[in-house]
């Protein structure tokens, strides 16, 4: 979905988007991204995986 012409910094074109996090637009030309308001609680946790930092337990053996 698009929405054209809104983008507060540029007036460029909004793109309604989503990932782990929710709902979020982001703009085409400038990259400007806002989270949708409403529903922002996030129930499921993250992937530590994802971070790219291993465990510091590992090390302490
Ligand atoms: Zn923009």
């Known amino acids: 979905m ?3 012409k809104t983008c507060p910094r540029c007036r460029g ?3 309604l988007r989503s990932d782990l996090d929710g709902k ?3 703009c ?3 990259g400007y991204a806002r989270d949708l308001p409403g529903k922002t609680a996030t129930p499921k946790e993250k992937p530590a995986v ?3 930092r291993p465990p510091a ?3 302490a053996v």
């Open 2 to 4: 698009l929405l054209l």
């Open 13 to 15: 074109d909004l793109h």
């Open 24 to 26: 979020f637009l982001s």
């Open 28 to 30: 085409i030309q400038c």
């Open 50 to 52: 994802l971070r790219g």
């Open 57 to 59: 337990e590992a090390h």
